[in-house]
Structures are given as structure tokens and as C-alpha cells.
């Protein structure tokens, strides 16, 4: 499968411990996007990475939230110290820099579930 | 700041109706309106919608843009229970350093009972 992939697919933490979700995006694709969906909601954008730089990060994303890009290919995004609050879905997507807006291909998410 | 809304946020049909979804937009530098389909997991793209008044289709699928109203809506005929799933509509930003950072609606959740 060539696809974006994510890991692991469903989490469940306790309050107070950090989290670290993986997301490999298609080999070809140099822009990779974090979003949150929460229940009932659409997903909101977190951050988002050209290469290994990360360009933006969204007012969501509190101090405990770090993303990482450190080759230009695979991501990190690390919880620390997690809250009932982050309970949610975190999706992964990427594309190509030269690509279309809609040309933006979604992982399988990671469920968190803060317990 | 960009924002994206979606109505109805539910909506229970029985197989065979026809359904529209509506999506409104307030969006700094506007380049084009997306709908996608989610169900358990990613979601999936449908269609990419960029000039005002040219329908989209694909199947029993069909969406259009009004520019002038700032909206879109995605129109499902003979509903099928298989198209149960939240269908959300997004725009993307047009430029600079954000370049295709999508902003979502909040999503309608559709059922389709047999």
C-alpha cells in the first residue's frame, strides 16, 4: 500500500502521560498536514510541514504539542502531559508542493483516547 | 480568519430520497471550495469546485458553486444505505506559507435507513 500511513491507529493513555503518533506520508509528497477531529466536528488544522521545515502551527496547538519533521519524510506529533481534552482523532495528510489543494491525500488517523 | 459552515449537521433519509447538503464560506482569497466523504476513518475526496455555476457530477453524486452567495451544495439522488457517512465540505488556503492548509466545515452526518 503506497498510501499515508499512520501508527498506531487507536491509542488509550492515561491523563498526565505523553503520546507520540507516527505518520509516513507517500514517498513523493515533500508537504505534510496535521489535523484534529473531534466528535461531531470537522477536522482543524494543527501544523504543517514543507520538507522538514514546519511553516505554520495553528493556535490549537498548545505547549505541550511539538511536530516534527526531521528528514523530510517521515512526522512525529508528541502529546506531553495529556488531557482529557485531546481526546480525539489525528489525521495525517500530504502532497505534492506542486501539487493541486485537493490533491491532498489523508492517513487512516490515529484515535486517542485520554482516560 | 477563514471560516467554513456546513447545515444541516444531521440528516436521516431512507434509501431512494434525495438529499442536499449545504456548505457556506467566508474565505479570505478564495480559490476553490472541496467535499469529501468520511467514513470510519480518512476522509476522501469527491469533488474540487473552482468556477460558479458549473456542476460537478459523478454518479448519483452532483455539487455546484455560487460565488455570488458564497456557497456550494452536494446533491445525493437515490440515496443508498452505503452513503451513510459525514460528508464535509473545505477551502484551502490560497497562498503564502499556509499554501493548501484546508479550513473544514463542522461536517453532515448523514444516515440513510434501508
Known amino acids: 500500500d503506497t498510501g499515508v500511513s499512520q501508527n498506531p491507529r487507536h491509542k488509550i493513555t492515561k491523563r498526565g502521560q505523553n503520546v507520540t503518533f507516527r505518520c509516513d506520508p507517500i514517498s513523493e509528497h515533500n508537504r505534510l498536514y496535521w489535523y484534529r477531529q473531534t466528535l461531531g466536528q470537522g477536522p482543524e488544522f494543527l501544523t504543517y510541514f514543507q520538507n522538514e521545515a514546519q511553516l505554520e502551527k495553528s493556535r490549537l496547538l498548545s505547549d505541550r504539542f511539538s511536530a516534527e519533521r526531521p528528514k523530510g519524510s517521515f512526522s512525529t506529533l508528541e502529546i506531553q502531559r495529556t488531557e482529557q481534552g485531546d481526546s480525539a482523532m489525528y489525521l495525517c495528510?500530504?502532497?505534492?508542493?506542486?501539487?493541486?489543494?485537493?490533491?491532498?491525500?489523508f492517513g487512516p488517523g490515529t484515535r486517542l483516547t485520554v482516560l | 480568519e477563514d471560516k467554513v459552515v456546513q447545515s444541516p449537521l444531521s440528516l436521516v433519509v431512507h434509501e431512494g430520497d434525495t438529499v442536499t447538503l449545504n456548505c457556506s464560506y467566508e474565505?479570505?482569497?478564495?480559490?476553490?471550495l472541496l467535499w469529501y466523504k468520511q467514513e470510519k476513518k480518512a476522509p476522501t475526496f469527491l469533488f474540487m469546485l473552482?468556477?460558479?455555476?458549473i456542476e460537478k457530477k459523478s454518479g448519483r453524486l452532483s455539487s455546484i458553486l455560487d460565488k455570488k452567495e458564497l456557497s456550494s451544495i452536494l446533491n445525493i439522488t437515490a440515496t443508498q444505505t452505503g452513503d451513510s457517512a459525514i460528508y464535509l465540505c473545505?477551502?484551502?488556503?490560497?497562498?503564502?506559507?499556509?499554501?493548501?492548509?484546508?479550513?473544514f466545515g463542522q461536517g453532515t452526518i448523514l444516515t440513510v435507513h434501508p
Open positions: 473545505a477551502s484551502p488556503n490560497a497562498g503564502g506559507t499556509s499554501y493548501g492548509k484546508l479550513t
Open positions: 473552482t468556477s460558479s455555476g
Open positions: 474565505v479570505t482569497n478564495f480559490r476553490s
Open positions: 495528510a500530504s502532497s505534492r508542493s506542486t501539487g493541486q489543494a485537493h490533491e491532498q491525500f
